[in-house]
């Protein structure tokens, strides 16, 4: 079992207290991070294999040496906490449990890329994490690790999975509509309020501690080649225990499930989505992949938020279908003709399969522009949606089928 890291404080009684967070070795990367250079830090982070753990899995120590550097205005820091990805619940956890750790990092990664003041984005529905965390804050300043150099904004989000998209959650937070933009220009150049800016995930940031202590080749050694540490797994559906589990990026997705005690239901898998409902899924003779972001992009699907969803042999694919359709449709912003307009045909058809009314041509048509779709958008979430979409009916047609012949 791999050793927790993330997770090693989620136990002990007030670990979301300052106090506790000091006795078990909190703020001592901070204060090594305080001697270093800013190059320094990014080089180690670089060095570590950290890969962002929001979704996208983009290099964090690369990322950070984007800020360019004859830059002499404000550079922004931004945390993502929006946690809008069906399937996902652990940024919650860190936020509840060990919410130092994120202000740890956010010091030693405001340090590495200059900044003085960084904001976290917090999903509106997440009350209690939104409380400890903004409790934590004022702990932190009242004992004057804030306050000096760099401040932290808290900011609640209003529930729109959009959000969740870097510059979606950029254009929220500057109080207009969640609305995403063309890239480039990246925030890491033309960012919150028109200034460079690096957004990370929650989990992200609270590695950086750790690199920082233990060092980068301890960290890189975590994982795989491409790909350092551990993450924290969201594990939901038909398995016996489910919850969040931390393990390194190499295990394998059969080792996961049976770390969640295996299958339930009639304990018979059908299918994976290894990733948070936007990664297409895996059928049950392909999970002996690594969850690093190359193993399941060589698998033809995506680690995304590590948010793993489990099928037995029950659950009904059409079904699964509607139901992320349903979300896609609700959620798009609307802004790009094809991910507005497919988004709500397809959770039409897809509803009307599971009627019993489908037609024959139904799924080739969703397969069709789903695919001609993809890639032409504002943003990445129709790119998502598509996973779903094209591998539920390509891997489990005959289900579909069934139902249209009914
Ligand atoms: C539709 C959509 C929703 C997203 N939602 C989230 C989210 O809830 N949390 C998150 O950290 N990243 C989310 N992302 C990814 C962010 O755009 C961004 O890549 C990430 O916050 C960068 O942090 P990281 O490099 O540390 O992963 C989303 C992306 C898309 C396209
Ligand atoms: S792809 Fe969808 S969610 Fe993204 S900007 Fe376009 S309409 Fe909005």
Known sequence: MTEKILTRNFDRADAH???????????????????????????????????????AGFPTGMKWSFVPKNHTGPVYLVINADEGEPGTFKDRYLLERDPHALIEGMLIAARAIRCEKAFVYIRGEYVEPHRRFAAAVKDAYDAGLLGAGLDIVVHRGAGAYICGEETGLISSLEGKKGWPKVKPPFPAIKGAFGMPTIVNNVETIAQVPHIINRGAPWFAGLGTKTMGGTRIYSVSGRVKRPGIYEESVGITLRQLIDRAGGVSGNGRLKGVVPGGSSAPILRADEIDV???????????????????????????????????????????????????????????????????????????????????????????????????????????????EVLIRK
């Open 17 to 55: 207290t300052l106090a506790v967070y000091r006795e078990t070795g909190g703020y001592t990367a901070w204060e090594k991070a305080r001697a270093m250079e800013p190059a320094a830090i990014t080089d180690e982070v670089k060095k570590a294999n950290l890969r962002g753990l929001g979704g």
């Open 290 to 400: 690594t969850m690093d972001v190359d193993g399941l992009r060589n698998a033809g699907t995506m680690a995304g938020s590590a948010g793993v969803i489990v099928f037995d042999e029950t659950v009904s694919v059409p079904e699964a279908l509607m139901v992320v359709a349903r979300f896609y449709a609700h959620e798009s912003c609307g802004q790009c003709t094809p991910c507005r307009e497919s988004t709500g045909w397809i959770y039409k058809m897809s509803e009307r399969i599971l009627a019993g009314h489908g037609r024959k041509e139904d799924l080739d048509t969703i397969l069709d522009v789903s695919k001609r779709g993809a890639g032409t958008t504002i943003c990445a979430f129709y790119d998502g949606a598509v996973g779903p979409y094209i591998s539920y009916i390509e891997k489990f047609r005959d289900e579909f």
